[in-house]
């Protein structure tokens, strides 16, 4: 009997998690944010700190990969417009039904411009403005990693890496 949540909060969300989507020859960010070196956090640099491997198992953990390519619920870059839709139309009932939500409708998404996700979440963003007018918002974090939005500051200070290990160049450090 709790009231339905306000919205959602996308964090740095893994949105495609087809075997396609750590294509370093097709998806840009993989090739252009994975880290630069190997080691510890201290020696990235500039870019993510999600290394591609890394994702490419948590992906393979999570599901099949025939379920991980053809379901929409376990990567979401695969939802139809129509599907997409509902959530719409959920927002629609729920102005003329007075305010109860059945479902999160208002989205804000953020990521950093360093992430390896960050063409799929690009791609994301521009599939919910257009499936939901008005209700779907985005911050990109420059030069920031993934899950900066709300790790970024502690692990620039107390780990010293991205940035270029510089906490000034960073926006969530300013």
Known sequence: HMPSPAGMLLISPFIDLRDCSADQETVPSMAANSPKENGGLAHYGCGDMLPRNGYKQVCAVYASSAARATISLISPILATQEEL??????????????????????????????????????????????????????????????????????????????????????????
């Open 85 to 174: 839709a509902v959530l719409a139309e959920a927002e629609r009932d729920r102005a003329l039904l007075g305010g109860s939500k059945k479902l999160p409708m208002e989205t804000l998404m953020l990521w950093g411009d360093q992430e390896i996700l960050l063409t799929q979440d690009e791609q994301m963003f521009h599939k919910l403005s257009s499936a939901m007018p008005g209700l779907v918002a985005k911050h990109v974090v420059r030069d920031g990693f993934h899950v900066s939005p709300v790790l970024g500051l502690a692990t620039i200070e107390n780990v010293g890496c991205c940035a270029g290990n510089n906490p000034g160049h960073s926006e969530v450090a300013r």
